[in-house]
């Protein structure tokens, strides 16, 4: 069974600041993982995802995330928040590549201070 | 090219009446999945289906819920007698095979 657990509800930065949102995750199988924004009254967006190989992943908006089997890690990274990075965002897990059902954290709520 | 899409936006339903929320996949896309974000909780998958096949309905609450996929047309997930507590954000995503995309999801609320 897989699950996701994502520390902190709600992270606030400044603008030009890191930002670091952390999802841990639970799999009895190779995961595929995932990070899903929302922006409000919207769907989520793919921001990135892991399936195999490298274990830095690059995304879109200048995220990445980083695998780490050790940890059971995947946190997501931002050098620079930006305003329009203010959001929610959501780490899940798949035990295949999307082609089944996902496994959501419950999500944070990113904040940008100006 | 039109992403997935879900109608109606908002809908607002008594206790006790239907509710339908319609999703139409991305042109080419064969699979279907169901999912509900109650307020402040993230996603909870509820079902999973091909054109015409229910392939996984593990989420899916046992009573007053069901969803199909016909061969022609957009999915369907039904509620029936519905209560204060169906009221959430229902979200449909498509997929080819690795990767879903999400609809802008359909705001349910029961009176």
């Known amino acids: 069974a897989q699950s996701v657990t994502q520390l902190g509800s709600h992270v606030s930065v400044s603008e030009g600041a890191l930002v670091l949102l952390r999802c841990n995750y639970s799999?009895?199988?190779?995961?595929?993982l995932f990070w899903y924004v929302q922006y409000p009254n919207q769907g989520l967006q793919l921001l990135l995802k892991y399936t195999t190989g490298a274990t830095l992943v690059k995304g879109i908006n200048g995220f990445e995330a980083e695998f780490k089997k050790s940890e059971t890690s995947f946190h997501l990274t931002k050098p620079s928040a930006h305003m329009s990075d203010a959001a929610e965002y959501f780490c899940a897990v798949s035990d295949r590549g999307g082609a089944n059902n996902l496994f959501f954290g419950t999500g944070t709520r990113l904040t940008v201070i100006p | 090219n039109a992403g997935v899409m879900q109608n109606p936006r908002h809908l607002v339903r008594r206790r006790g009446q239907e509710a339908r929320l319609r999703c139409s996949p991305v042109?080419?896309?064969?699979?279907v999945y169901w999912y509900r974000q109650l307020p402040e909780e993230g996603l909870k998958f509820m079902v999973y289906?091909?054109?015409?096949?229910?392939?996984?309905e593990s989420g899916m609450p046992k009573e007053r819920f069901s969803a199909e996929f016909p061969k022609e047309g957009p999915s369907i997930l039904r509620i029936q007698q519905v209560v204060r507590g169906d009221s959430a954000a229902y979200f449909c995503?498509?997929?080819?095979?690795?990767?879903?995309?999400f609809g802008p999801g359909t705001r349910l609320t029961v009176l």
């Open positions: 995503a498509s997929s080819p095979a690795n990767e879903q995309f």
């Open positions: 799999s009895s199988v190779p995961p595929y």
């Open positions: 042109k080419g896309h064969s699979h």
């Open positions: 289906l091909q054109k015409e096949n229910i392939i996984d």
